[in-house]
């Protein structure tokens, strides 16, 4: 056969294992246009003792690499249309094989998740290949951020491995359980619980849920713009047009929240928030202030474990990337129920314990309460905080002021004419002379008090200063 004619055989067997499938479909929408280069594309299975079963496109997963706005990415993608996106023992090797481009390359790994489970022809060859799956993304934890995209059905020790990744980004239309809704409801008798996207990001197992699979592209990319593109060090810079004296509108910032701080002191008052549907007092996001990124932890109201245990991963996450922590904090405390004592205790120590481990830049804002533990495990300089600033509103105090006058002043509210009027004397003074944050000032718990106006200027400078930590 002559070159033209090994030509057109080669362009014959591509265009059979390439065909139109979502899987590809996905990978395009997600990476800059014509940028994605496709390895293993001819990767085929070994027969099995129980004989030959049918081929599989690209062996069930296109694997490759390209650009997302011009950063390098690793990316694979399962094809639910070739044997279902079966996982085999080849299927697997494939995606290890681009996770050691990535450890090599040290760039982040994209995985889209779409399959009907484990290839039982062969056996513990494909449990052996999850396994594999499982060890390399663990591997590349530390390493490589990672972002899951669940974009069909993902279950089992698929969705285990899908729970690896730092990100995870569910369709609208997927399905993503260990054990499915249909076997759960026969096991329990009880009516079937769906496992959609809605589901899982109020469950916390999902970052983000989305509509489309355009749209959980979009979330991707966006992503991708935040993050480091490994754990080397190197921090995330982009050009900016904002002024960094630019004052904050006071009334817009009222509520204190992370949420509204940032829509007005951010750079063009830009953000991506992560994990919005599950435990909601605490914002977990991404921003930039001068240009830098830089990861986001707010609380507001009263903490749950759930709350205390998603802002502890998201700190650890951003003292691997090298990411500085912003601390936006006005809480009146820890959840007083029974759940809480069941787990919460640890989901605190771990909040704390992730402040006090950070070797990260971090800078703390008090816009409100801060009041006992919730100020002595979220951004504290006893934790080693580097920065911490309060608007003038702000109340630092062991306990909440009416409790303290409940507390402390029982003789003098026993004795009083009119208690009601006494107790509201009382507490007014306690939050002027005790919990106002000039108190906490004078011992050097907070490091200046800002007019919130100002804050924007304040975090960037303190940002700019706290760049070259070692």
Known sequence: MDNVGKRNLFLEKK???????SARSRIALILDEGSFMEVGAFVKQRPTELGGIADAAAEGVVTGWGTIDGAPVCVFSQDVSALGGAVSEMHAKKICALYDYALKTG?????IFDSKGARIAEGVDALNGYASI???ATAAGSLVPQIAVIAGNCGGAT??????FDFVVAVNGCEYYYNSPTVLASRSGKPEVKAGAAEAAANGLAAFDCASDAEAAGIVRSLISYLPANSSGDKNY?????DINRLADIDAMGAGDAASVLANVADCGQYL?????????????FARFDGEAVAVVGVCGTVTAAGAAKAADFIGFADMFGLSVVTVLNSDGYDCS?????SGLTAAASLAGAYASATVPTVTLLTGNATGSAYVTIGSKGLGCDMVFAWPQAEVSALSAPAAVDMLCTEELRKADDPVAARAKLTEEYNDKLAAPYEAAKRGF???IIDPAETRQALVYALGLLSTKN
């Open 15 to 21: 265009a059979e294992i390439s065909g139109n499938s």
């Open 107 to 111: 760039v982040p790994v994209i995985g």
């Open 134 to 136: 499982i060890a390399k």
């Open 159 to 164: 969705a285990i491995t899908a729970a690896c």
């Open 238 to 242: 982009d050009s900016t047009s904002d």
């Open 273 to 285: 928030e992560v994990g919005s549907k599950y435990a909601e007092e605490v914002f977990t996001g």
């Open 338 to 342: 029974a759940a809480f004592e069941a």
């Open 446 to 448: 907070i490091d200046e």
